[in-house]
């Protein structure tokens, strides 16, 4: 096990590394200089060239990413262009906001995908299911955006149920939550009904229903249980690319996350706020894996890491 | 089945929980305001903040030599008590008004304001302002290094600065009230480094009392404000990453006071339509144009006629049915309410049949192909489009490249890469109301190299002389000869048509009934949306 770990961590600073190389090459193979953007409409030639020497933009690629390098070991992630401020300091801000909203929609997701996943297998091909699965389907396709401003219209607008939109309390959580929920819920049902589908007809399941235990105990603790393995892979996948910014559900609710503050960065080429989004995004994703392979064998005795 | 169901009461149960545990949303927030913004407010430093949003917070935060009159673009001394200006127009001596104090309590002095000026001039800074202070003597020296302090800024004594230039700029007052002269105190500035544009201490109505990133500034009143009376508000709160379509939800419930982002665009016709949200809707003017520029070093651009041709081609009207009527039609460079605006310029006519005669005569009567550089923000695509529409009527066949705006940018300031490109999401705002704000960064000689944006690539040196001229007229007793002189250049311009001016857009300014004051501040030409330091509540 411990062995595992580190091989794991030992991968995870190569993910990462590799993650930053690219991300550097392309933000500089962008058609747009960031000198300009800072330097704004008005500036003549020789204040972009001042201002590009002034930041290192002058250095050769290679050059500037060592020095990029340099400073993220001893985890500086430099100052963003626009705000002037460290992008750590903006990082920071927004990371509880991120988590809040990570473990909120991980929840919805699940309390909506696991019944209805299940619900869809046991009545399999009954009108249930297939109306279960529409519903899937839509909630996957649906435009986060228009379920957004949806729920805010009807829930906070109209029924006073919400506020409408913005950060600090529990109340503000449930709808940004339950519009991610409702998106990937339907992903979690799809897969959690393919995977009680394939678990339900195995011998152990005949065998306790054999040895004469109730249905509601098969299903729960030996059928569900086993299911549950391709729904945790997603939840760590899910654990990543949440804490990496979910974009549309912040903007529309208002909710301070890391994923506006990509977006933001990403329209005036704030370099330094995008590499440190990506590299807080790359380090989740590679925990939530990591989380999410390290809780297999609590399900499953069969897995397991020597 | 059960399954579900409790998934469903749990969701119930949460949601009467919310309503109880949620705090009472807006009411009673006595002498505070609320305004809403989607984007992050950037930096509070003077000397480098540039955007529309951030200009006018800082304008209440800090203070120049000059200022205007509330709703007006009406020069006005502010931390200057009086100045006088040389025959020559080179030399500007300012006496400062004597007790102002900095938020920290220290009184404003001369040396300050040298100060603030040759920080903004600093490289270090990196302030995209430096460029405007050029004509004072000795500013290039200093941004090479090889001068200690700027030779044009004298402190003659505690309460007097003297400004020397190398050239007469009869918009020299005007660069003064801009935002990167504001004046700062050497000692918070060096005490909290590159963070002072996040712990700004100034001399202005308002100072910082909380700044929670990505979710809200917040401002109090200084008490010790050097004008009397100002300003009416106790409180000022910015919420941050508020989408316009919620802000407009809030806005409707009393929630926030000003949609700092305006009316959003699916809602607009909507608003001016209901008799009881159009009460809330200040409608005004404002300093801008947007326009096609024509890249006059590429062919077959490089011929007047052509130029000429494809202002011809624009149905106007057309394009600003697609936004919703939000403008008026451009026919000049500048806009309506400029000083040199020529009232009785009519432009290139709307006329298919003559723009086709003009393209046969400069020997392309069966058109050719371009490109067109837009952005690629709503409503920017669908303009594009309808401009393509109306070139291919004369036989143009305009490839669209709808971009990132910084992107855009990028093409436009490299040299012959955008024959076309609709300004759009970057359409010029005048950063003072003075005409040649609209010629040195976007249409002189002076200007004309990469990465500015004279995206027409148009230099006539005749004009540039004109232009010359008409800034040398610096006294007051010439200013109506000065307008007419530019007039004169602004004509000349669109003779040689390096632009297809489009529109002027109004601004439509979307506040709450408590919120008051001047109809005038609700549209004030210099700050955006409303004047934060003379607007009241009313009820």
Known sequence: MGVYAIRRLAQSVVILLGVTVITFALLYALPADPARMIAGRSATADTVARIRSELGL????????????????????GRSYAQKIEVTDLLRSRLAATFWLMLGGIAFELLIGLPVGMLAALRRRSAMDQSVMVGAFLGVSAPQFVVGLFLLYWLAYRWGLFPLGGYGSPAHLILPAFALGIAGGGWYARVMRSAMLDVIHQDYVRTARAKGLGETRVILKHAMRNALLPVVSMVGL?????????????????????????????????IPVIMGVVVVSALAITTGNLLADLAYPLLDPKIRYG | MRQGWIGLAALVGLALLASLVAPTWGQNRGDSMIVTFKDDISTLDPAIGYDWQ?????????????????????????????????????????????????????????????????????????????????????TKEFADGKAKEVSGIKTADKYTIAFTLSKPNAAFLHILALNFAHVVPKEEVEKTGADFGHKPVGTGAFKVKEWVLGQRLVLARNPDYFVKGRPYLEEIVFQVGVEPNVAFLKLQRGEVDILGDGIPPAEFTKVMNDAKLRALVAVGDQLQTGYVT??????PFTDVRVRRAVNMAIDKQRI????????????????????????????????????????????????????????????????????????????????????????????????????????????????????????????????????????????????????????????????????????????AVMQDAPWIPIFHEKRYTMHTVRIGGSPLLFNDPIHIPVHYTEVRVVQ
């Open chain 1, 58 to 77: 002058d250095q050769p690629l290679p050059v500037q990413y060592a020095r990029y390098l340099a400073r993220l070991v001893r985890g500086n992630l």
């Open chain 1, 238 to 270: 899910d654990i990543g690319t949440f804490m990496g910014g979910v974009v549309v559900v912040e903007s529309v609710f208002s909710w301070p996350g890391i994923g506006q503050l990509a977006w933001q960065a990403i329209q005036i080429v704030d």
């Open chain 2, 54 to 138: 951030n200009w006018s917070i800082i304008k209440s935060i800090f203070d120049g030599l000059m200022d205007y009159e509330p709703g007006t673009t009406k020069l006005v001394p502010h931390l200057a008590e009086s100045f006088t200006v040389s025959a020559d127009g080179k030399s500007y001596t300012f006496k400062l008004r004597r007790g102002v104090k900095f938020h920290n309590g220290r009184e404003v002095t001369a040396a300050d304001v040298k100060y603030s000026l040759e920080r903004t001039l600093n490289p270090k800074t990196q302030s995209p302002g430096a460029g405007f202070f050029g004509d004072i003597a000795g």
């Open chain 2, 294 to 299: 024509i890249n006059t070093q590429v062919k």
């Open chain 2, 320 to 491: 600003i049915r697609i936004i919703n009527n939000r403008a008026v039609p451009a026919v000049q460079v500048l806009p309506p309410l400029m000083p040199g605006y020529d009232k009785e310029y009519k432009g290139y006519v709307f006329d298919v049949a003559q723009a086709k005669k003009l393209l046969a005569e400069a020997g392309y009567p069966s058109g050719f192909s371009t490109v067109l550089y837009a952005n690629n923000t709503d409503p920017n695509p669908r303009i594009a489009q309808a401009i393509q529409q109306d070139l291919a009527a004369i036989g143009i066949k305009a490839e669209l490249k709808t971009l990132a705006q910084s992107t855009v940018i990028e093409a436009g300031g490299t040299k012959g890469q955008a024959p076309l490109l609709w300004s759009g999401g970057m359409a010029w705002i005048a950063d003072y109301p003075d005409p040649n704000d609209f010629y040195w960064p976007i249409l002189s000689c002076a200007s004309l190299s990469p990465g500015t944006w004279n995206w027409a690539w148009y230099c006539n040196q005749r004009v540039e002389k004109m232009v010359e001229e008409a800034d040398a007229l610096v006294q007051a007793s010439q200013a109506a000869a000065r307008e007419a002189k530019y007039r004169d250049i602004y004509r």
